[in-house]
């Protein structure tokens, strides 16, 4: 089944997931068509499936430098220093509108699907959490403003990040240096005065 869920997630990468006929899935994979239909239950099943693999791999990355910061930073200068490339990482280039523009998709689908919406939201949350943790790791040692929740700086965080995408569809999108500067001045104001 993991062949046919790659194959999907490959296919909504490119193209609408109306398009996506599980009969072409099958010859792709060579997975018969019944065990399909037996292991996800209906069409709809499957590309639930596969748009919660696709959700949670694109945030698996991001989770991890979130982690990896966390574990490594000791000092103010070293959690500044590791924190300066996030806002880069996280929102400018194109792979990033890309991911951007697949993770918009899944949540617009899971709207109206209350099952994928629970399987994607248990990704958000690991994410979220990972955020917080990042946030509450600054707070803890008086680098981070304590006046905010974590959660309100790591969702704001994320907020900033992901709504980016209101920006990509734009005629006259702002240039990534200044969306750059602005966010870093942005988390900077995040930091507890001295």
């Known amino acids: 089944m993991q062949a046919v869920l790659d194959e999907v997630c490959e296919q909504l990468m490119t193209t609408d997931e109306s398009l996506i006929r599980i009969p072409d899935v099958c010859k792709a994979t060579g997975v018969n068509y019944g065990s399909v239909y037996h292991h996800f239950g209906s069409r709809e099943g499957v590309i639930d499936a596969a748009y919660n693999?696709?959700?949670?791999?694109?945030?698996?990355?991001?989770?991890?430098?979130?982690?990896?910061?966390?574990?490594?930073?000791?000092?103010?200068?070293?959690?500044?220093?590791?924190?300066?490339p996030l806002v880069e990482r996280f929102s400018s280039g194109p792979d990033r509108q890309?991911?951007?523009s697949i993770r918009v998709r899944i949540v617009a689908a899971s709207i109206t699907r209350p099952e994928l919406k629970m399987l994607i939201g248990l990704t958000q949350t690991r994410l979220?959490?990972?955020?917080?943790?990042?946030?509450?790791?600054?707070?803890?040692?008086?680098?981070?403003?304590?006046?905010?929740?974590?959660?309100?700086?790591?969702?704001?965080?994320?907020?900033?990040?992901?709504?980016?995408?209101?920006?990509?569809?734009?005629?006259?999108?702002?240039?990534?240096?200044?969306?750059?500067?602005?966010?870093?001045?942005?988390?900077?104001?995040?930091?507890?005065?001295?």
């Not at 959700?55 to 574990?71: M, T």
């Not at 969306?179 to 988390?187: I, N």
């Open 53 to 84: 693999m696709l959700f949670s791999k694109l945030a698996e990355g991001d989770i991890q430098v979130l982690r990896d910061i966390n574990d490594t930073a000791t000092t103010l200068p070293d959690y500044i220093a590791a924190l300066a």
């Open 98 to 100: 890309l991911r951007r």
């Open 128 to 194: 979220t959490d990972e955020f917080i943790r990042l946030v509450q790791f600054g707070q803890d040692r008086g680098w981070l403003r304590n006046d905010l929740s974590a959660r309100s700086i790591a969702v704001a965080l994320q907020v900033l990040i992901f709504g980016r995408i209101l920006d990509d569809i734009s005629l006259n999108p702002i240039d990534s240096k200044d969306w750059e500067f602005s966010m870093g001045a942005f988390f900077m104001s995040l930091f507890a005065q001295s």
